[in-house]
């Protein structure tokens, strides 16, 4: 084992390398706000184990982060003293791209630079993104619970290939050697080093230190130590600080630290909870939907950490699972430090944790949803294009809240003239006609397809608006809201079409001639239709078309009975 092997890379990990380079090399900068986000992530685990696992014999050394330059030999260290890895984990973790979804990220891949540019965006960047400013890196990690002689270094010029040996290691944790590229030597520099790190890192909760520069005033310049450090950042937990102590600046690089997004959050709300559960939230609303939005498994991206120490990632109990793409940080000051995924699934302080943040997240989307402020009405609109059908799973799932939820809906019309869905059940009901006391939808596969149906010919007629709903949970959801501010959702598709008020004495003499008129050929075509069709009847609500097909008032519609056998029932 101890000789030096090469092993070659997941076949994925060159061309996200290439694509890498390619689409950030403009903010390369960022390479180091990686690093440095991969080692307060090992600290953070560090400090978990040895809560938890008493076994652990390590030394009680500060967790820090220490970060220096060499400008002989054109080099830059990032070392930090978290969990380290032993020689597996750098395979893995190294060699290949180890997050869940790389499969659906690959076969979304369109060769087209620019639009999988933001796609790894959304991937999030990490340990390769290093590989923009250096030719080649050395990584050498020990694992907390490897001896000494088990250390690994790994190797890499990022193109086909790593070696891999085992090595000698005192210190416990990762240190990274970054061997820059020619005309990257801007990085060589302890100013342009710190500025980078105060602008993406400052929120990082351990300290990140360098040399200390002192004044020499004989020689009249600025001299590095070679023995004392200096913190460059903060040091504490972003979250735990008051608000008005974090530029916006700071929330967003905090929020591109924990979702791995490269994208600004669409919004984000702030708070420390007191009283008898008292515990701190700083929850975001992504900009863009992830690409796995669509699977209801995946764990939400909420961190749980306990007196500001990280207790778990996706701590899926925290939010419901319409409210999944929220991330953020839950700081509690109740639970206990070894608290496990079972306890949570318990827990009391869990449920009121969960309540209260999903009541923030309701108030922030309602805050935008209701205001005159242009730029909230454009976040809204741009929440609901990304994360609509999502929240559409909340007024089946979240009963409690169902009422808030219906408020936040928004639907295509045939107010509008394209399948944007902006129209809210209010607006709907403010639109009324005198008389009308329901409101009208109509479901189907695709927009094209509602929009030319023949069902709607009567309501064109009397300018009455219909909804028009083509998601595929909405049907589903319907099922949850039969009545909306005391006026029934209906149907324009189903059963006998009642008008009520909304129809005049005359039409309705008319409609009762005409029955009688055709009641010799309606009787012939139930005979012919007798296997195909329950029932014909004569119908009023077309203007144009000589016939449409309705489903009875209690069976499922077309579009659901097309739902149920695409999905194999
Ligand atoms: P991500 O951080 O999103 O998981 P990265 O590409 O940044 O992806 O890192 C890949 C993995 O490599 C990490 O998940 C972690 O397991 C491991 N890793 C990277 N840097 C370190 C480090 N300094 N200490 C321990 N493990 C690390
Ligand atoms: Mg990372």
Not at 174 to 203: A, C, F, N, Q
Not at 258 to 287: A, C, M, W
Not at 314 to 320: G, H, I, R, S
Request: a neutral charge; charged letters at 30%.
């Amino acid at each position: 084992i101890k000789k030096k092997q090469t092993l070659g890379f997941q076949a994925e990990v060159k061309p996200v390398l290439q694509l890498m380079i390619h689409s950030l090399y403009s903010n390369k900068e960022i390479f180091l706000r990686e690093l440095i986000s991969n080692a307060s992530d090992a600290l953070d685990k560090l400090r978990f184990e040895l809560i938890n696992n008493k076994f652990i014999s390590t030394d009680n050394s500060d967790l820090e982060i220490i970060i220096t330059f060499d400008k002989d030999n054109r080099t830059i260290n990032i070392s930090d003293n978290g969990i380290g890895m032993n020689r597996n984990d750098i395979i893995t973790n190294l060699g290949t791209i180890a997050k869940s979804g790389t499969q659906e990220f690959f076969s979304k891949l369109s060769g087209d630079q620019k639009k999988d540019a933001s796609l790894i965006g959304q991937f999030g960047v990490g340990f390769y993104s290093a590989f923009i400013v250096a030719k080649k890196i050395i990584v050498k990690s020990r694992h907390v619970n490897s001896p000494i002689t088990e250390g690994v270094l790994w190797e890499s010029e990022g193109s086909g290939n790593f070696t891999i040996e085992t090595i000698n290691k005192t210190n416990r944790g990762t240190d990274i050697t970054l061997y820059l590229r020619s005309k990257e030597e801007e990085y060589l520099s302890s100013w342009k080093l710190k500025s980078i790190i105060r602008k993406y890192s400052d929120h990082i909760s351990f300290p990140i230190k360098m040399y200390k520069e002192t004044w020499d005033e004989e020689k009249k310049e600025t001299v590095i130590s070679n023995n004392e450090f200096e913190v460059i950042n903060q040091a504490s937990a972003l979250w735990a600080r008051g608000k008005s102590e974090i530029t916006d600046e700071q929330y967003i690089e905090f929020y591109k630290h924990i979702s791995h997004d490269f994208e600004k959050p669409l919004i984000y709300t702030h708070n420390h909870v007191e009283g008898r559960n008292e515990y701190i939230q700083l929850l975001y609303i992504p900009s863009r939907a992830p690409y796995d939005l669509w699977d209801r498994n995946k764990r939400n991206g909420i961190k749980l950490y306990v007196k500001r120490v990280f207790i778990m990632d996706d701590a899926e109990q925290l939010l419901p699972t319409y409210l999944r793409f929220v991330k953020g940080v839950i700081d509690s000051n109740n639970l206990p430090l070894n608290v496990s995924r079972e306890i949570l699934q318990e827990s009391r302080d869990v449920k009121v944790i969960r309540e209260g943040s999903t009541k923030r997240i309701l108030n922030i989307l309602e805050d935008l949803s209701t205001s005159n402020d242009k730029e909230k009405i454009i976040k809204y609109a741009n929440f609901w294009k990304e994360f609509g059908q999502v929240i559409k799973e909340g007024i089946g799932e979240d009963n409690n809240n169902k009422e808030r939820i219906s408020k936040l809906l928004r639907f295509a019309s045939t107010n509008n003239d394209s399948d944007i869905q902006n129209v809210s059940l209010m607006d709907y009901i403010k639109r009324m006609k005198e008389g009308q006391n329901k409101i009208y939808y109509i479901t189907g596969e695709n927009y094209k397809s509602v929009k030319n149906s023949p069902h709607l010919e009567i309501f064109q007629k009397k300018s009455i608006e219909v909804l028009l709903l083509t998601d595929r949970v909405d049907e589903w959801m319907l099922s949850f809201i039969p009545k909306f501010e005391n006026k029934e959702l209906v149907s324009i598709a189903k059963g006998n079409l009642d008008l009520g008020n909304l129809e005049n004495e005359s039409d309705k003499k008319q409609q009762k001639e005409t029955e009688t008129k055709f009641q010799n050929l309606i009787e012939e075509m139930k005979k012919i239709l007798s296997e195909k069709a329950k029932d014909v009847r004569v119908t009023y609500r077309l203007t144009d078309s000589p016939a449409c097909l309705v489903v009875d008032e209690n069976e499922p519609s077309g579009n659901m009975i097309r739902m149920l056998k695409a999905a194999g029932q």
